[in-house]
């Protein structure tokens, strides 16, 4: 579903914005995370973070300009593909308790089911698949590249980190995707920025920094409430931090 949602919103907005909805997922992840464990009480430091990381959000959309039109629905779909990450990060770190699965075994499991369900839904949603002939091989290689390193390569690593180090370390890699698609886009794709997209993504990052307790401590654990971890690694490494996997 993320996928997809982010092949649609691009055809509405720029990468550059994409890449700062990308770096919400660490808040759409503890929502959930919150949500799940509905015995624990959020922290006044973890309603701030969510309370920033809105309001960022809020300052990316430009709500004082109007929202509407297909900028707004691309934005919407953006925000269902973090949510989307947010379940998913919850969902991985479920079933590497529940059952003995490595991360490649998690990875390809999940990788071949999303293809199973995609080779049904597909055709029903965006009609029958273009000629092979059609396109230039540099639309195919760019596809497998995709393919090899941003989702399956990627996925194996973030899901061991998420194995080692928990769930909050595993959602920080979507630090890197608001500047790397900024810088990306405008240099690669000659995509221009408004004032308000940059600045919200900082916002949203300084959100997310205050929610995990970046600046009270260093450590991936977070508690929440009474004191129980709400992010508790499946497997830790030998430093006993998840350091060496969040590198």
């Not at 996928?3 to 909805?21: C, D, M």
């Amino acid at each position: 579903m993320p996928f997809t949602l982010f092949g649609y919103a691009e055809q509405r907005v720029p990468s550059v914005l994409a890449g700062i909805w990308n770096g919400t997922a660490p808040l759409t992840t503890l929502v959930v995370t919150l949500i799940a464990m509905r015995s624990e009480r959020p922290s006044r430091r973890q309603i701030a973070g969510l309370l920033a990381g809105f309001a960022g959000v809020l300052v990316v959309l430009g709500v004082w300009n109007g929202v509407g039109g297909s900028s707004l629905a691309g934005q919407l779909m953006l925000l269902g593909a973090v949510t989307c990450y947010g379940i998913a990060f919850n969902y991985t770190r479920w079933l590497m308790k529940r059952f003995e699965l490595s991360p490649l075994q998690l990875s390809v499991g999940q990788l071949t089911m999303s293809t199973l369900q995609l080779l049904i839904a597909a055709p029903l949603i965006a009609g029958a698949p273009p000629s092979p002939l059609s396109h230039s091989p540099r639309v195919y290689l760019a596809v497998v590249a995709l393919g090899v390193f941003g989702t399956g390569i990627a996925f194996a690593l973030n899901n061991h980190v998420v194995r080692t180090a928990g769930i909050t370390t595993g959602s920080m890699v979507t630090y890197l995707p608001p500047f790397v698609g900024a810088v990306a886009g405008v240099v690669v794709l000659h995509e221009h920025l408004t004032w308000n997209q940059p600045v919200g993504g900082l916002i949203v990052l300084l959100g997310v920094g205050i929610s995990q307790g970046l600046f009270v401590r260093l450590r991936p654990r977070q508690e929440v409430g009474g004191g129980q971890r709400v992010d508790d690694p499946v497997q830790r490494d030998p430093a006993g931090d998840g350091a060496r996997a969040a590198v």
